[in-house]
């Protein structure tokens, strides 16, 4: 366990590490009537906690249908709501979520921790399936394309997408929000019947790797050239030319923070880039 | 395609291939007021051919919760009904079935064709998670068994079970069903995070490969030598030194079939050797 963070008002910062298979949950947020991961969340915390006053932060809002394998959560809790947080507490949650939610951890955060703004890079993988045959159980995690595609062209395409760019062309625009990220890693593999497709950035904007996978979809079928890629990436606008591909592919695998002095120098360094957002 | 097979009474036979994630389905049987896939299965078929008169026959019977990636389903149409089949059929079937099943293939069975009693093998695969923490994606197929295994001494127990054995002590008793099977593959593969059993048989009693997957987790966890598993299986009777693991990690890999020529004399082996099953 790291050191305790106390917020200003006597409020004490706590992480919560977790899972969840993204299929039927209408994404993240709280949306009124719909089934989202941040609401059942909510739901069983209260239980626990009785009011979450200032609500939850994510480090990363996954659309519809998008898988998390190590999403990160903070929240702030009054001094006796913070008593009730004992070892057995994530069993004890787990018990009052429904099994495609599961919390890992449930522990205090570190001085100037913030599940969102203190991360340095977030990893996501996308899943495609190649077999002949579409597979019902598969289905709930991969993006099934059976039509064989030009893994080579892909990797050889992709290495005009790394670095810092302006990621217009692959962002869904939010007002006010930059489209300026720092792809730091994005590999293809082959495996059996499968490609895997992983990423890693300082942050994704929205859509954005949904966008890349379906214009690397696209090079794979030689509908795209890597020149052409290149061109996309530079025009800075949105296109038709490749489908945003569905969210069923996509996984949150990891959350990276840097150590726990520098938590808080990030978080400032964050908020100013994003304070829009 | 293979040569069409006509069975008395006018009827044609015909094979349906298809895969289904077991994890909302109370086993393949019909069974009334439960949802299961023979029942969603016969619904869908029979939106297409109206009556289906003599049932489905399926090679692998699965329990509630158990997966198929290529289970083997026969039935027989008359001459009206299998006019209908044609190649767009698969597609039109899986439009009309819940996203939980799908159809691979539909076509004429070849002379002989008993989805059940002409197969001369099962492939049975079970999916345990060794990870840290339960994930809500993998928790569909994998049983999730965090604590480590000893695989080594797993492998080398699992010989004990090979071959032509009387496998009571792993079977849920059926009146007047045989329990001896041959066992002729059993492979323990460790994977990242993950040990996966693979097990083939000339067929499998009920529960046999969750009670020898219990049995090899125990062998895992020290608590069984080889020896001890080896009194077990002569012994002949069920005992309670081990647990029948859940369902969740057991999917039905493969059915195969002999030569067409061989077909229809396999059957009749095995419905002689099955005839009270």
């Known amino acids: 366990m790291t050191k305790p963070a106390s917020t200003p008002g006597g409020l004490t910062r706590f992480r919560i590490d977790l899972a969840y298979d993204g299929t039927d949950f209408s994404g993240w947020a709280i949306q009124p009537g719909l089934r989202t991961v941040e609401g059942e969340l909510k739901k069983a915390l209260e239980v626990i906690f009785d009011e979450i006053q200032n609500g939850l932060r994510v480090a990363g809002r996954t659309d519809a249908g998008v898988h998390a394998l190590a999403q990160v959560v903070h929240l702030d809790l009054g001094e006796e709501q913070a008593k009730r947080v004992k070892s057995g507490l994530p069993k004890k949650l787990n018990a009052l979520l429904p099994r495609d939610i599961r919390i890992h951890s449930f522990e205090r955060a570190a001085t100037g921790f913030d599940a969102r703004f203190s991360a340095i890079s977030r990893e996501y993988q996308y899943r495609i399936n190649q077999s002949e045959f579409e597979n019902p159980l598969s289905g709930r995690n991969q993006l099934w394309h059976r039509h064989p595609l030009n893994t080579q062209a892909m990797k050889e395409a992709s290495e005009v997408l790394i670095g810092l760019h302006d990621f217009a062309a692959f962002c869904k625009p939010r007002p006010g929000s930059t489209t300026i990220r720092e792809l730091k890693r994005l590999e293809i593999s082959n495996l059996e019947n499968e490609i895997v497709i992983d990423l890693e950035a300082d942050a994704f904007c929205h859509n954005q790797v949904r966008s890349i996978v379906g214009a690397l979809i696209a090079v794979g079928e030689e509908k795209i050239s890597k020149e052409e890629l290149s061109e996309i990436l530079n ?43």
Request: net charge positive; hydrophobic share 35%.
């Open 235 to 277: 025009g800075k606008k949105r296109i038709g030319k490749f489908k945003v591909v569905g969210p069923e592919g996509l996984s949150l695998k990891a959350i990276n923070y840097p150590a726990d002095e520098l938590l808080a120098s990030q978080a400032e360094k964050a908020r100013n880039m994003r304070s829009l957002d």
